[in-house]
T-cell receptor, first 111, second 116 residues
Framework: QQPVQSPQAVILREGEDAVINCSSS?????VHWYRQKHGEAPVFLMI?????EQKGHEKISASFNEKKQQSSLYLTASQLSYSGTYFC????????????FGSGTRLQVQP | DTEVTQTPKHLVMGMTNKKSLKCEQH?????MYWYKQKAKKPPELMFV???????INESVPSRFSPECPNSSLLNLHLHALQPEDSALYLC???????????????FGPGTRLTVL
């Protein structure tokens, strides 16, 4: 089942902060975050596992609320290079090691 | 080498053609994936191979036929495609992992397929 992402689109000025949310109606094993620039492949940003472990970029942080099956990606002091479409991918705790991606959040950072 | 390569970058084919997409990685990953991505949409999972065996087929039409000849290579054979199959086809790889493992996926640049 596809996770729900919000907002659908965000426009920021350089230096501003943004939060992107991802929620699922099913119990999750992990949440992945990827950024895709126009015409390019998705690039891994962050993974959060059930139980609190996480791995990702130093300048990007995220949280995973297991009770609510929600994850949030925090982009602070945004840079022009942060522009792109952000996808969360969720993995169910069923041993099925495959991701279902949310519909994406288009982020545009302006000078 | 932390790269997933895909060939060709672009492919135009007719509905009666047979063609193949190729994906290669040398990171020692033992899970490989095919995704289909339409414009302004998220990647949609098609197939997953784990240790060279097909582990997930997301009810993909038989005109798409995956193949994993070895742990570094993944092919997608195409035959009798429809215009609605035009999309970006992405390959990815990851460590298959066990419990409590990170299995971030590394994506290739994709093949832009147009079916006429």
């Amino acid at each position: 089942q596809q996770p729900v992402q919000s907002p659908q689109a965000v426009i920021l000025r350089e230096g501003e902060d943004a939060v992107i949310n991802c929620s699922s109606s099913k119990a999750l094993y992990s949440v992945h975050w990827y950024r895709q620039k126009h015409g390019e492949a998705p690039v891994f940003l962050m993974i959060l596992l059930k139980g609190g472990e996480q791995k990702g970029h130093e300048k990007i942080s995220a949280s995973f609320n297991e009770k609510k099956q929600q994850s949030s990606l925090y982009l602070t002091a945004s840079q022009l290079s942060y522009s792109g479409t952000y996808f969360c991918g969720t993995e169910m705790g069923t041993g099925r090691r495959a991701l279902t991606f949310g519909s994406g959040t288009r982020l545009q950072v302006q000078p | 080498d932390t790269e997933v390569t895909q060939t060709p970058k672009h492919l135009v084919m007719g509905m009666t053609n047979k063609k193949s997409l190729k994906c290669e990685q040398h990171m020692g990953h033992r899970a490989m994936y095919w995704y289909k991505q339409k414009a302004k949409k998220p990647p949609e999972l098609m197939f997953v191979y784990s240790y060279e065996k097909l582990s997930i087929n997301e009810s993909v039409p038989s005109r798409f036929s995956p193949e994993c000849p070895n742990s570094s290579l993944l092919n997608l054979h195409l035959h009798a495609l429809q215009p609605e199959d035009s999309a970006l086809y992405l390959c990815a790889s990851s460590r298959p992992g066990g419990s409590r493992s990170y299995n971030e996926q590394f994506f290739g640049p994709g093949t832009r397929l147009t079916v006429l």
